[in-house]
């Protein structure tokens, strides 16, 4: 595999026991960033950082617009913005048309990053109900990234990596304690 | 939506901004370049366009299409008391203080269909200051003003809206402040009475007024940082002294040497002009 310069990690219903599963296994000097893109509901006070940064040595944040991405960061997506990858490698906020009934729409980050890390992105969808993500995962391999799913017998909710297996080429399908070797390999 | 590989790519953006400005005087080459070529991906798809070619030729040879085009390319997504906690503390905070002028004058730059536009209003009106108020609401964008003025919104949101509106402090039933029509609400006169709904385009005119409040939450996140810069200017020369600038959620102020002339507001993104 080539060179990774960002993970981008989406998930809906389910995903988040599996985040909290895998962040304190991850080693603590990655070599790139990790982009995390989790529907959840608007107004509930972001506490996933939070709630994240409590699992890994890692820098955990929300994600700020016309940030810089750094290497070494986790990045959450804040609720109620699309997160989209600028070519600078910086990120930009857009509060448009909600895509998949989410916004945050999986699609929109993986996207926009497929075309700006090409060969270097690779991309995660893990458990939910609905099909976001599978969209990205298309354009991802595309562009010539990695794509991997959560293998969905191990999902809470099996329809999102189900739908994406379907309509998308899957280069990996992991378990969830298979997961952190993944992507500390990456690096 | 799915974004085809290079259906457009970064050049052809670049040209297609370059001829709104030749053509029409519209400068959209500050914007956020991932936002805005996402928004013309979605209008090639959306409007069936067979070549770029052909897009392109719409675009500067049919006038109708090229303002789909600046219709469809700005983000005019809003909502009534959105963030149910920023319109908290303008009822709480911000207004009462600006009650103590003769004229409040108010400017809500970016103001898409009018949904805050009247969200403001209404909470003058709880406050018994909509009387000596005036809400300039301002766009780039003449259609989505065109319906602002109509004040009309769907009744298919007025659950949400009214939650918000309770949220946000709102004591009053919520229903009593339009007459369901069919599938749309439509806000009492009173209401719009004291909105002047007008074009402004934050690129390129200029200040046109002095308010004590300025409210810009849904434009500047798609502007790159010197465009963000050069608007801040213009809120600060179309302010008065310890007048009120209101920003989005995300929005931030620090990375601006302007943000020197700014008190922030505990808890959310409102500061007060001090020098």
């Known amino acids: 595999m080539n060179k ?184 | 939506m799915n974004q085809e590989l290079g259906v457009i790519s970064d050049e052809q953006v670049e040209i297609l901004l370059g001829d709104l400005l030749e053509y029409y005087g519209y400068d959209f080459t500050g914007y956020s370049k991932a936002s805005i070529k996402r928004r013309i991906l979605r209008l090639y798809a959306l409007d069936k366009q067979l070549s770029f070619a052909e897009f392109r030729y719409n675009i500067n040879n049919d006038t109708a299409y090229f303002k789909r085009f600046v219709e469809q390319i700005t983000v005019n997504v809003t909502e009534m008391f959105r963030d149910p906690g920023f319109f908290k503390t303008l009822r709480d905070t911000v207004l009462p203080k600006l009650g103590t002028y003769p004229l409040i004058r108010i400017w809500l730059a970016g103001c898409s269909t009018g949904e805050e536009a009247y969200s403001v209003s209404i909470i003058l009106k709880e406050l018994n200051l909509l009387h000596k108020s005036l809400i300039y609401a301002t766009d780039i964008n003449p259609a989505v003003l065109e319906k602002a003025g109509q004040g009309m919104f769907a009744m298919s949101q007025m659950k949400q809206y009214s939650e918000n509106y309770i949220q946000s402090g709102g004591t009053k039933d919520f229903s009593s402040y339009y007459t369901a029509n069919y599938s749309l609400a439509k806000f009492s006169d009173e209401l719009k009475g ?22 810009c939450r849904n434009v500047l996140i798609y502007f790159d940082r010197d465009l963000q810069h050069k608007v801040l200017s213009l809120f600060a020369e179309s302010m008065e002294g310890l007048g009120y600038l209101a920003l989005g959620s995300k929005a931030k102020l620090d990375f601006s040497p302007l943000s020197r002339n700014y008190k922030r507001v505990p808890g959310e993104k409102i500061w007060r002009k001090v020098s």
């Open chain 1, 4 to 187: 990774c310069d960002a993970l981008i990690i989406g998930g809906s219903a389910g995903s988040l026991d599996v985040l909290l599963k895998v962040l304190p296994e991850l080693n603590p000097a990655l070599s790139f960033p990790i982009i995390i893109v989790v529907h959840r509901k608007h107004g509930a006070d972001s506490l996933l950082p939070e709630l994240l940064a409590g699992r890994t040595r890692l820098i955990v944040k929300e994600i700020d617009e016309k940030e810089p991405i750094l290497a070494g960061t986790v990045y959450v997506a804040p609720s109620d913005y699309h997160t989209l990858i600028e070519k600078d490698r910086s990120f930009s906020l857009d509060c448009s048309e909600k895509i998949n009934y989410s916004r945050p729409a999986i699609d929109a980050t993986f996207q926009t990053a497929a075309e700006v890390y090409r060969d270097k992105l690779v991309c995660l969808l893990l458990s939910g109900s609905n099909a976001d993500g599978v969209n990205g995962l298309i354009s991802v391999k595309a562009w010539g990234g990695t794509t991997v799913i959560q293998d969905p017998k191990t999902a809470q909710v099996a329809y999102m990596p189900q739908q994406a297996a379907t309509f998308a080429k899957i280069d990996y399908t992991l378990a969830i304690e298979d997961m952190a070797e993944f992507i500390n390999l990456l690096s």
């Open chain 2, 194 to 215: 004291r909105i002047i709904f007008s074009t402004h385009n934050l690129v390129s005119d200029h200040s046109f007024n002095e308010f004590q409040l300025i409210l």
